[in-house]
């Protein structure tokens, strides 16, 4: 690998090389003529002789140079690349700074961008200028020189020719191999009867265990036999979903903390972040959660085999009803020291189903002739995994777009096979499927390594990292994002990149535990994970380290100090990475709550320590310090002049050093904090920042210039701000390479309508989100330029010409307009001719109308939030001469519209494809359509006391009536199909009528005080689940409830508690209890419809109207930004 990484640098140095040395180079002041002419002669001499050797390396595989003086030789050259690299990037750096000194050269470098974007859309590269050879720099160039010689005197003993060359180059025509962004696992073959076999054994334990017993299932297999996979498949199986109503997975890897895994495992158990720290109080709180319930928990990949561990998870565990413990592990070692049930041993796969799950992978895009062609060869090749689906998997994946027979036979007969297999190597099948990787992708794959076992990660995160070390390749017309994207896919194609489904739909990545093996024994000696318990374990053999990754695994070791750290100026990697909230719940509650960071609610904060001088990293290019409680960088961050990627993401930064703006080299920013009010004023001058990330929802003052950083691709967030101090909307004009998302903030501060026409948002044809504020945010007084604001404020006619102004381009896909106080929407609001426009959100706003979005052809999300002004809605809202309004719109949601007295007609074309409808808080509306839309699934009724009879809807399944509502409602519901029924917080309700409604599956009830009778309970026979919470007046009659309720849930309600003993006494097992959290066993679809309000991240619930209850949390520093609603927003808690 050393050979691999070499070569990449090489090729990279050489290219800078030969663009640096082609021009003329003006002589350096202190040098003389023949001083200078040497050193140009050097330069030139460097790019030869690197380019020379740049192909042979690509041949080298380490593992092929038997001596161990080749392989000595090649890492110091190796080390030699890193320094040439390293020579040649501070020249550039130079280039940089001499342009940002010298006027005139920047307005030629202008001129010259203006001409290239005519005819190119590749990224204009820093025009060469007269810059002399520095000194320094040229006596670093004639040092390397002579050590390169030295290095290559006994180069040909490595007999190396150009012709060992790998076989497949970087070539262009490559990226035009058929890929899909989206990659599904391949269908699990040959594990039927292994999943079977457990489910039935965990079906077998209802009731089994004996009380306060959590019961271990251990599943024991080799590494890439596939134990991940069954356990999945058994977790996700319906019959395991409906015997356990508490489920959870964590994955553990090497390092068994308990206090961590006790955390992960309550994150997993309540879908909330766990801030406790103390392990008496974990162990408390994880009792709690299980105490008299039935729990399914997975902890995949265990090692640890020590016994006190385990006697304290287990017993904080022993609490409930039913636990079952599934874990996996290549330990068999761990089941006699937890004293398990007998191990459930999973063994590699008969031939023919390997041959089906390779013949998927390597054929899924062939013809059957090309099948018949290499199934001879296949079938030898599927004969050499062994019955390992990872290696058939790596090795189909691989021979994917392969239709070279020779290829096949190379793989065959290749020596990687004869390697030994034991369990702590690599297995040769995927060593093979490595070696046999376009280079391109080696070094990309390569850098995994700095991963921890279990990490889950984002896509465009590894691209960012990919292009700050330069081993992205630029093409004429493709960008680095579109290459790493590319590149991203083809490893995900490969498996060695595994797609993580996360709530809502996104996507997060992980690596397989074998894959990131693999990684570590190809990268080399230059690269390290370190867990940071061990960091003192560093000593002079780090001092070659150039790529370094500190993971954070254990609650115990979160003081992070870099003062003390033992490496050399060499590291161009530094990553801290936080594995204490490495688990699925933390990123879906990242998208959930749209991207915003709340950095003290989150995550377990690593208090990181930075050394006031950063010098001794100098030659850093990447720099990750995310998820940290760190509060500020010190000044001499601007002395790492090589840096390209700054990573400040979560952390309590709230102000930037000014010296940050000499970073020339920096393309990505990622500042997304929310404790981040302000950017320094000279940040124009990081002229090459393609990637600047901020967060969405916290207000920033943002200093004039921005407009000048015409590369930016990504900028999340823009604040508008007045005076000579605050960038000025028009600035936007010069940003037409803009992609993703744009958040535009301040927009009340727009006092000329010149200046939005000039910002040209139509221009930015890569836009796919676009959300418009006019509110001025919250913290604007702390602005320290907020003297030199002018106190103009905007009026509603100005606000309408703006909004008119500011039309985006046509493909956008998601648009939401806040605070908005014109009284009439733009022209172009509604217009069909946006064809991809999916989701639009109106978020309160002064209009009495709404705009006519019915004929948006693609519109699935639509939601009016807190429309004060509107009184009726009536056909204006469905769009002219719109036959079929809203054709595509799934979920709509009306909230907080406190004068809304009517909803006209909805006729039958309306709405042909809306399964979910919202109304909340709107007090005034009585008059509801007679007939809603036949395919609405799910209807929410919250807050809308004069609504006293609900709409037909034949096919609705889940019903929620919250908060004020008619006395009326519940007396007359006649839903013949409805599966759930949750009523929250009726202060009013006095009695449920349940006999219209035959199909009821789930019934939850919460709050409602005055509820004294629920008729027809005992009568449905479908009723599988029954919740019911602080009702202190209800009572029940003594009749056996339907045989289908298999458990219930019976919480703060004093009138029913001898009746749920009775109960008790009427059945073979309990299925009752009595002021706990429910944990019956019923339907998934039931269980998520009727999710606890507990289950619900960042949303508190108060039903007394306490004015101080806000004010006190937060000034008690627990939470930031949290969403706080006395009446209970959230729809799905009850």
Not at 100 to 114: C, L
Not at 476 to 501: A, K
Request: charged share 25%; net charge negative.
């Amino acid at each position: 690998m050393a050979g691999l990484i070499a070569s990449g640098i090489i090729k990279w140095t050489a290219s800078k090389l030969a663009s640096l040395v082609s021009p003329p180079i003006e002589p350096s002041p202190s040098s003389s003529d023949e001083q200078q002419t040497s050193a140009i002669r050097d330069v030139q001499m460097l790019q030869r002789r690197m380019a020379s050797v740049q192909r042979s390396l690509e041949a080298i595989d380490e593992d092929s140079i038997r001596d161990e003086s080749g392989r000595l030789r090649l890492r110091e050259l190796q080390q030699f690349a890193y320094d040439a690299q390293d020579a040649i990037d501070e020249y550039k750096f130079e280039l940089l700074r001499r342009r940002m000194d010298d006027p005139d050269s920047r307005h030629q470098d202008r001129s010259a961008r203006k001409r290239k974007r005519k005819g190119d859309k590749k990224e204009p590269e820093t025009d060469p200028v007269m810059v002399p050879v520095p000194d320094e720099l040229a006596l670093r160039v004639k040092r390397i020189l002579e050590r390169f010689k030295e290095i290559t005197k006994a180069w040909n003993d490595l007999h190396l020719d150009e012709a060992d060359a790998p076989f497949r180059e970087e070539e262009e025509d490559f990226l035009q191999k058929p890929t899909t962004p989206h990659v599904d696992e391949p269908t699990v073959i040959g594990r039927d009867d292994d999943k079977e076999n457990i489910v039935k054994l965990l079906l077998s334990m209802n009731g089994a265990c004996e009380e306060n017993n959590a019961s271990v299932l251990p599943i024991i297999g080799m590494g890439g036999v596939g134990k991940t996979t069954l356990a999945q498949i058994v977790y996700n199986d319906p019959r395991i979903t409906k015997q356990f109503g508490l489920m959870g997975w964590v994955h553990v890897s090497e390092n068994f903390d308990l206090k961590s895994i006790m955390s992960k495992i309550i994150m997993s158990f309540t879908r909330k972040p766990c801030q406790i720290t103390e392990l008496n109080q974990l162990e408390y709180m994880l009792m709690e959660q299980v105490v008299g319930r039935k729990f399914l928990l997975v902890l995949d990949d265990v090692w640890s085999e020590r016994k006190d561990l385990w006697d304290a998870l287990l017993s904080a565990m022993s609490t409930a009803h039913l636990g079952v413990i599934l874990v996996t592990t290549r330990n068999i070692n761990v089941s006699s020291v937890i004293q398990a049930m007998p191990p459930y041993h999973v063994g590699c796969l008969p031939f023919d189903e390997s041959w089906q799950l390779f013949k998927q992978l390597a054929f899924c895009h062939q013809d059957q002739n090309i099948e018949k062609a290499f199934e001879e060869i296949g079938r030898k090749i599927v004969q050499k995994c062994g019955g390992l689906p990872l290696a058939v998997k790596a090795i189909g994946s691989a021979l994917r777009f392969e239709e070279d027979e020779d290829t096949w036979t190379d793989i065959l007969d290749s020596e990687q096979w004869n390697l030994p297999t034991r369990e702590d190597t690599v297995l040769p099948a995927l060593k093979l499927s490595y070696v046999r990787m376009p280079i391109h992708l080696k070094r990309c794959f390569v850098f995994f390594t700095l991963f921890p076992k279990g990490h889950i990660f984002m896509k465009e995160n590894v691209i960012y990292l990919w292009i700050s070390l330069g081993i992205l390749k630029q093409t004429s017309h493709r960008n680095p994002e579109n290459i790493g994207n590319r590149y991203f896919n083809d490893l995900l194609q490969r498996t060695m990149v595994q797609r993580v489904l996360l709530d809502g739909g996104h996507n997060c990545f992980t690596i397989h535990d074998l894959f990131l093996d693999l990684a570590k024994f190809v990268s080399g000696e230059d690269s390290l994970k370190l867990d940071t318990q061990y960091m003192p374990y560093l000593n002079d053999a780090s001092q070659n380290l150039r790529y370094l990754s500190l993971a954070v695994s254990s609650s115990d070791h979160t003081i992070l100090d870099l003062h003390t750290l033992p490496v050399t100026g060499g590291l161009r990697i530094l990553q801290v990475i936080n594995a204490l909230d490495d688990n699925k719940r933390y990123y879906s509650s990242l998208f959930k709550n749209n991207r915003r960071c709340f950095s003290k609610l989150f995550s377990h904060h690593i208090n990181v320590t930075l050394p006031e001088d950063l010098r001794g990293l100098r030659h850093l290019r990447a720099l990750d310090l995310s998820r940290s409680a760190l509060t500020s960088l010190p000044e001499s961050i601007g002395e790492l002049k090589l840096l390209r990627y700054l990573c400040i993401f979560q952390t309590r930064i709230a102000k930037l050093p000014g010296s940050i703006c000499s970073l020339y080299n920096l393309k990505v920013l990622d500042a997304r904090t929310n404790m981040l009010r302000e950017l320094p004023q000279d940040i124009q001058k990081l002229v090459s920042l393609q990637h600047l990330s901020l967060d969405l929802w916290s207000p920033l003052c943002m200093p004039r210039g921005i407009g000048k950083l015409t590369r930016l691709k990504t900028l999340t967030m823009y604040s508008v701000g007045t005076g000579n101090c605050h960038c000025n909307i028009a600035e936007l004009h010069h940003l037409v390479n803009l992609h993703g998302e744009l958040c535009i903030t301040g927009l009340s501060r727009v006092t000329n309508i010149d200046d939005a026409q000039t910002a040209n948002l139509v221009s930015k044809k890569h836009l796919q989100i676009l959300r418009l504020d006019w509110s001025a945010g919250f913290y604007a007084t702390e602005c320290e330029h907020i003297v030199n604001q002018n106190n103009a404020t905007s009026t509603p006619e100005l606000d309408e010409d703006v909004f008119e102004s500011l039309k985006p381009q046509r493909n956008l896909e998601e648009l939401e307009v806040v605070n908005y106080s014109g009284y009439k929407y733009p022209s172009w609001l509604g217009d069909p001719a946006f064809s991809r426009l999916a989701k639009v959100t109106l978020w309160k706003q002064k209009c009495k109308f709404l705009p006519a979005l019915g004929q948006l052809p693609q519109l699935c999300e639509l939601l009016i939030i807190h429309m004060e002004c509107v009184e009726r809605i009536g056909r204006e809202f469905y769009g002219q001469d719109s036959v079929e309004p809203f054709p595509a719109l799934e979920k709509l949601e009306f909230q907080d519209m406190p004068n809304w007295v009517e909803w006209y007609e909805v006729s039958e074309n309306d709405f042909p494809s809306l399964r979910e409808l919202k109304i909340k808080d709107s007090n005034e509306l009585g008059i509801l359509p007679q007939k809603l839309p036949s395919n609405l699934k799910k209807l929410v009724i919250m807050n809308c006391e004069k609504v006293v009879r609900l709409p037909t809807v034949p096919c609705l399944a889940h019903l929620v009536l919250k908060g004020n509502i008619g006395e009326e409602t519940l007396s007359c519901l006649h839903f013949p199909l409805l599966k759930t029924l949750k009523v929250c917080f009726l202060r009013k309700a006095e009695e449920i009528k349940l006999e219209n409604l035959p199909m009821l599956e789930g019934l939850a009830i919460t709050g409602c005080k005055r509820l004294f009778s629920i008729e027809g309970v005992c009568s449905v026979e479908s009723l599988s689940l029954l919740k019911i919470k602080d009702c202190p007046n209800l009572q029940l009659p003594f009749k056996p409830l339907p045989q289908k309720v298999q458990q219930s849930t019976v919480t703060n309600c004093p009138q029913l508690q001898e009746w749920a003993e009775w109960q008790q006494t009427q059945m073979s097992e309990p299925r009752y209890q009595l002021e706990e959290p429910d944990g019956a066993s019923y339907d998934q679809e039931v269980v998520e419809a009727l999710r606890d309000e507990s289950e619900d991240d960042f949303e508190v619930f108060r039903e007394d109207e306490d004015d101080d209850f806000y004010d006190r949390i937060l000034e008690a520093g627990q939470l930031s930004g949290m969403a706080i609603d006395y009446n209970d927003d959230s729809d799905d808690a009850c």
